[in-house]
């Protein structure tokens, strides 16, 4: 027992020491970035140890706290959390300066310890992957993936026609679909699909305990992650813990399916089986190892992102039913009522696509950005930025003050008007809304397919559906107000997206069935997948 106590002391009285050192050392740290050259860009101010991180008023949504600190520091903020130096950027015109303009100093990726590993590894593969037939990154060369995304659209039409209320399961399921098909040529049925479980066990429950404050603490605090799982307060670690075990999974099982594919003398149309056809420069761990990595991040990525954007869409119908009514009417104009539209009549549907850009630009999904970093220091606008600094586009803050509250840009931002993107003849403005791709080296590559994706899946649901608000039981319509809350993994914590809200999801076309649904859809396409709901 006296052993135990002893143990317990020493290892409360090593804490507290390591904290005064990290604070001395801090402390140097800052005095010297002060002193030494130009002035840092505005912040907020830094403590020792802790940095500003308790200027942060809303800790769950930073980029709320970094609105606040735009009106008072500007444009550019510096900013230190725990150990890590960051820049804030919030506004368009000096995050295209810096991650376009002087790309090869702001396109670094920062060191995160959360990240999965061989990032250099993983250059090198979307290097080849770029070049590639099936790549993800090309507009022209990824659109081979149209079947796969179709496919997927229909099936989520067959779901909303079975049970039209659980309309955050057939988004979910629409993403799942087609970015597994696409990145491991596997396509689930549902949700109870053995890979589709496996990542979804991986994205919603064994992460619960990454919170954005966990993260922070512990890219701030890193000695912490080697703590002990019993040590006291060391949720974040036991979570960081089982998160690796499940990201073993999710990056494990999917590959080595398409591997025994490949096997088997079956080359799948999909990223990993493309890649490691092309990857024959690495040693075969080497490469094995960073296809992997590839793979699992453009599944994360992709993941809630899609469904989150698509859950904006759906509240934005429920709200402003005249724009459904406009949406319906050039769909039946140029589509007609006996098909479903498809890629090909895109350059047709310019007001379809205008509500793609609003959705983006009215609530963005990704308020951060990418993460971007420093490769050597810089000075812009008579601040210095020092090398290996965090940089984060604050895209909610670009999106909603910087350019939103622009009259003469976006007029009245509040409201959900596609009308901003269409010239007054109809066709479409150049403001493609990508500013949630990110900028410069560190744009999404797969901005091309999460686009199609969206739009198909957003096509599909008007030409076939209409949503509405809810009904009481006297038979009034249930009021919607919009909350938002961020989403469920360690990527989508980050991610704001509408709380669930009540809703109708009513047919469009004739008799409401599976066999009209069948025809819209053409029996060719659809045949397998409306055999699934004939059951």
């Known amino acids: 027992m006296l052993d135990a106590e002893l143990g317990f002391y020493l290892v409360t009285s090593v804490f507290v020491l390591a904290v005064f050192v990290l604070a001395g050392l801090s402390w140097?740290?800052?005095?010297?970035?002060?002193?030494?050259?130009?002035?840092?860009?505005?912040?907020?101010?830094?403590?020792?140890?802790?940095?500003?991180?308790?200027?942060?008023?809303?800790?769950?949504?930073?980029?709320?706290?970094?609105?606040?600190?735009?009106?008072?520091?500007?444009?550019?903020?510096?900013?230190?959390?725990g150990n890590k130096r960051i820049l804030v950027v919030n506004s368009e015109e000096v995050a295209k300066d810096l991650f376009e303009g002087r790309s090869s100093i702001y396109s670094d990726k920062p060191h995160l310890l959360l990240r999965f590993g061989f990032q250099y590894i993983?250059?090198?593969?979307?290097?080849?992957?770029?070049?590639?037939p099936t790549n993800i990154s090309s507009a022209i060369s990824s659109s081979c993936y149209h079947p796969v995304q179709l496919r997927s659209a229909y099936k989520m039409l067959f779901s909303f026609l079975q049970d039209p209320t659980d309309y955050l399961n057939h988004f979910q399921m629409f993403t799942f679909s087609y970015i597994l098909s696409v990145v491991y040529d596997h396509e689930p049925?549902?949700?109870?699909?053995?890979?589709?479980?496996?990542?979804?066990?991986?994205?919603?429950?064994?992460?619960?305990?990454?919170?954005?404050?966990?993260?922070?603490?512990?890219?701030?605090?890193?000695?912490?992650?080697?703590?002990?799982?019993?040590?006291?307060?060391?949720?974040?670690?036991?979570?960081?813990?089982?998160?690796?075990?499940?990201?073993?999974?999710?990056?494990?099982?999917?590959f080595q399916m398409v591997k025994e594919k490949m096997s088997n003398g079956q080359v799948p149309p999909c990223m990993v089986a493309d890649t490691m056809n092309r990857m024959n420069g690495f040693e075969d761990e080497v490469v094995e190892t960073a296809i992997k990595e590839a793979a699992s991040i453009a599944f994360a990525g992709a993941a809630e992102t899609n469904t989150s954007t698509l859950l904006v869409f759906l509240l934005a119908m429920v709200l402003h039913p005249e724009v459904q009514v406009k949406a319906h009417a050039e769909i039946d104009r140029v589509v007609g009522k006996d098909r479903l539209p498809g890629f090909d009549d895109r350059p047709a549907l310019p007001y379809v696509d205008a509500i793609l850009r609003e959705t983006f630009r009215w609530y963005p999904v990704f308020p951060l950005g990418i993460p971007h970093a420093t490769t050597t220091s810089d000075i812009y606008k008579g601040y210095y930025i020092p090398k290996g600094v965090a940089v984060i586009a604050n895209t909610w803050q670009v999106h909603t003050t910087a350019m939103a509250h622009d009259e003469k840009k976006y007029p009245n931002p509040d409201e959900f008007k596609p009308e901003r993107f269409l010239h007054e003849d109809g066709s479409l403005t150049s403001d493609t809304m990508r500013l949630g791709f990110g900028w410069g080296r560190r744009m999404c590559v797969g901005q091309h397919v999460a686009d199609a994706s969206i739009w198909i899946a957003i096509a599909s649901f008007l030409a076939a559906f209409t949503a509405h608000k809810a009904l009481d039981e006297y038979g009034k319509e249930i009021p919607v107000v919009p909350r938002f809350s961020t989403g469920?993994?360690?990527?989508?914590?980050?991610?704001?997206?509408?709380e669930k809200f009540p809703c109708r999801v009513v047919p469009r076309f004739h008799n409401a069935s599976v066999e009209a649904l069948t025809q819209l859809t053409g029996v060719g396409l659809s045949v397998g997948i409306a055999c699934e709901f004939l059951d």
Not at 122 to 132: D, N, Y
């Open 28 to 81: 140097c740290r800052e005095f010297w970035d002060n002193r030494s050259h130009l002035p840092l860009p505005p912040g907020p101010p830094s403590l020792p140890i802790v940095g500003s991180i308790f200027s942060l008023h809303d800790r769950l949504r930073f980029w709320m706290s970094f609105n606040a600190w735009r009106s008072t520091y500007g444009d550019l903020v510096y900013a230190r959390m």
């Open 122 to 132: 993983v250059v090198a593969v979307w290097r080849q992957v770029a070049s590639s």
């Open 189 to 254: 049925k549902d949700m109870n699909d053995a890979v589709a479980r496996i990542m979804q066990r991986y994205l919603e429950g064994v992460v619960g305990g990454m919170t954005p404050r966990a993260i922070v603490t512990m890219e701030a605090f890193p000695f912490l992650l080697r703590l002990p799982t019993w040590f006291p307060c060391a949720t974040f670690k036991r979570a960081s813990v089982k998160c690796l075990q499940a990201g073993r999974d999710v990056r494990e099982i999917p």
């Open 488 to 498: 469920m993994t360690v990527f989508a914590r980050f991610l704001p997206h509408p």
